[in-house]
């Protein structure tokens, strides 16, 4: 790291301290892919003296050795967001992981990635940044779905949202958790391609899954996942019996209709791509609770 980028690194990382004690923030989210040089990113965290979450986009990235009491870690898709895009999602799944919660206030710090320059700093209170997300988002899951599973779908829907399919823009839809009440309001538009194989080749956890997945996206209808994991049917027509409280935004049709729908009438959480704009949507108790959209460009400008 060059002179003058480590003193803006180092100054930052003073001032969030200072910062984070006199505004009553619970914890402090740095973001970790800024930062190339190990022994820098160790430095700065220890500069902090404070509670860290550290977000990356690598698989194998964890907490700079002897400071794991210290550092909390979020892995957030490897996938080009907007800067909202990445707090959005590394936000959401630290609520997912209850490190933060509803009423917390967070520091951020975050800068362009590899730049090993910090140059950005935010306060956000959790259930009250309205621009970002709603309340609800500050504890997005259902009861019977495990956050690693919450954070897969994420991961698949951002990637198919980003990416497409072989060149093509895809729309499809998660609903995970609930299962037999989701069941219940649905019925299969296609044969069901996940019947009959074993629960352990079908979950969702299962990085061998992946392409099936994506391939099987191109079909029209949901799929249909159990919090573990388990995918239960791809292909499927949701009739939800309730109906929404409040119109959903403009622009959002029928697919997000019934992505949201059904979380009224289930306590399921639904994960919408859109076809025509690759935003993700985020749908809980008839409500989207948040929205990660495609950046516009190539590349990605950080956290």
């Known amino acids: 790291m060059t002179g003058p980028l480590k003193i803006l690194s180092r100054s930052m990382v003073r001032h969030s301290h200072a910062i984070a004690r006199e505004v009553g923030a619970r914890v402090i989210m740095v973001h970790a892919d800024v930062i190339v040089e190990g022994g820098e990113l160790q430095a700065l965290v220890e500069d902090v003296n404070f509670r860290v979450i550290l977000v990356s986009r690598k698989a194998g990235f964890h907490a700079p050795g002897g400071l794991e009491e210290m550092c909390s870690v979020v892995h957030i898709p490897d996938i080009a967001m907007t800067r909202a895009g990445q707090v959005k999602v590394a936000t959401l799944v630290a609520a997912a992981e209850s490190l933060i919660q509803a009423g917390d206030r967070i520091l951020c710090l975050t800068g362009i990635d590899g730049s090993n320059a910090i140059d950005t700093m935010m306060v956000l209170d959790m259930g009250t ?48 958790g609930d299962h037999e009440r989701t069941l219940s309001q649905s019925h299969q538009l296609v044969f069901n391609p996940f019947h009959g194989y074993p629960e352990e080749e079908r979950n969702i956890l299962d990085p061998r899954l992946e392409e099936t997945i994506k391939e099987f996206s191109a079909i029209d209808g949901a799929f249909v996942v159990r919090g573990d994991g388990v995918v239960l049917s791809a292909g499927r ?53 948040l929205d990660i959209q495609k950046p516009r460009g190539q590349g990605t400008d950080g956290l």
């Open 129 to 176: 940044e309205i621009e970002l997300f709603t309340s609800m988002a500050a504890d997005p899951l259902p009861k019977d779905v495990a956050p690693a599973v919450f954070e897969r779908i994420l991961t698949l829907a951002s990637e198919l949202g980003v990416e497409g399919r072989e060149g093509r823009a895809v729309g499809t839809l998660f609903v995970v």
């Open 237 to 289: 027509y949701l009739a939800p019996r309730g109906k929404l409280d409040e119109p959903l935004p403009q622009g959002l049709g029928t697919r997000h209709e019934a992505a949201a729908t059904v979380t009224v009438t289930t306590s399921a959480l639904a994960v919408c791509v859109s076809q025509s704009t690759g935003t993700v949507s985020i749908f809980k108790r008839g409500r989207l609770i």
